[in-house]
């Protein structure tokens, strides 16, 4: 994960699953993709998360939520106009 990315500012870490955008379930890769598709740049989006804890003997599941905004669309070097 990218140390500048929205995700690692998020806390969000290797390992981490997703389950859910915005409250609705996400089942697969082509459900993600359709839900991040949807999505406007720069809007805020809430993903839920769960995460694995080993704590002794015990692994512990939690679940939790980071709130994200999309990235904002950005001009390559080719569409911006020189001068």
Avoid: C
């Avoid at 994960?1 to 969000?12: D, F, K, Q, R, V």
């Avoid at 001009?75 to 001068?83: A, G, M, Q, T, V």
């Amino acid at each position: 994960m990218e140390l500048s990315s929205p995700a690692y500012n998020a806390g969000i870490e290797k390992g981490d699953i997703l389950v859910a955008v915005d409250n609705s379930i996400v089942k697969n890769k082509e459900e993600l993709g359709y839900k991040l598709e949807t999505l406007e740049p720069g809007q805020l989006v809430t993903l839920t998360l769960s995460r694995a804890r080993e704590r002794g003997w015990i692994i512990e599941v939690v679940q939790y939520e980071r709130t994200l905004r999309t990235r904002s669309p950005h001009k390559s070097k080719s569409d911006r106009i020189k001068l």
